[in-house]
């Protein structure tokens, strides 16, 4: 098979699995993530305005943001996800929040100027190379002074050694990888475009006992 054809065949794969994950509503559950709390308080005092949600799923943290009278555009690889979304969008007349298709992997040829671009766990399936091609294109489109908050999977999460292990920091399950970086792997990629305001390691327990565990970062354009 030849390397093109690999490529198209692992994205069939990933964009099947996260279809079959929206096809079933609320999958991770309503209401606003812990993230989405903290990038409120970081909105209002900064007095932000508009925001960009990379990888918005069901919509748990972009819904939140529209209702609390932000500007917000999400976008989600998954056509199930954003069908969704629309239809919370629809159902609850939220005209300050436009979703759409999009792989956060491609250029991010969005016409409009956004205050912070946000991404909740989206960012842990992708490896250090496209993590840093991500990086280059969320660069590209921020605005002076504008913000980068995301989070992403750290070792110790329970899906840590969870699935075949590929490397010490990367585990497959149901044809799908994640990557548990190192803080100075992410800070070596991150520095090459971004000033970086915050850095923390952050946890809680699920319901089933088991642990989440990931990074909170919070960065700024040079």
Not at 187 to 193: F, G, Q
Request: hydrophobic fraction near 40%; charge should be neutral.
């Amino acid at each position: 098979m030849s390397e093109d054809n690999t490529i198209i065949e692992n994205e069939l794969k990933k964009l099947g699995y996260w279809n079959d994950i929206y096809s079933k509503k609320n999958y991770f559950g309503t209401g606003p993530t812990k993230l989405a709390i903290f990038a409120k308080e970081l909105l209002e005092k900064n007095s932000l305005q508009k925001i960009l949600e990379l990888g918005c799923g069901q919509g748990r943290d972009c819904l939140f943001f529209a209702k609390q009278g932000f500007d917000v555009f999400g976008f989600d690889i998954s056509q199930d996800a954003i069908s969704f979304v629309e239809e919370c969008r629809i159902a609850e007349n939220l005209g300050n929040l436009k979703v759409v298709v999009h792989d956060v992997i491609k250029p991010l040829d969005f016409n409009s100027e956004f205050d912070l671009i946000y991404s909740n766990l989206a960012l842990q399936f992708f490896d250090l190379n496209q993590l840093g091609a991500i990086f280059d294109n969320i660069n590209k489109i921020m605005q002076k002074n504008s913000l980068f908050l995301f989070s992403t999977k750290k070792s110790g999460d329970k899906y840590h050694n969870f699935g075949t292990k590929i490397n010490d920091d990367t585990f497959e399950y149901n044809k799908i990888k994640r990557y548990f970086f190192d803080q100075d792997s992410l800070r070596d990629l991150l520095e090459k475009n971004f000033k970086i305001l915050i850095f923390d390691s952050a946890q809680h327990e699920n319901p089933d006992k088991s642990v989440s565990k990931w990074w909170k970062i919070l960065v700024q354009k040079k």
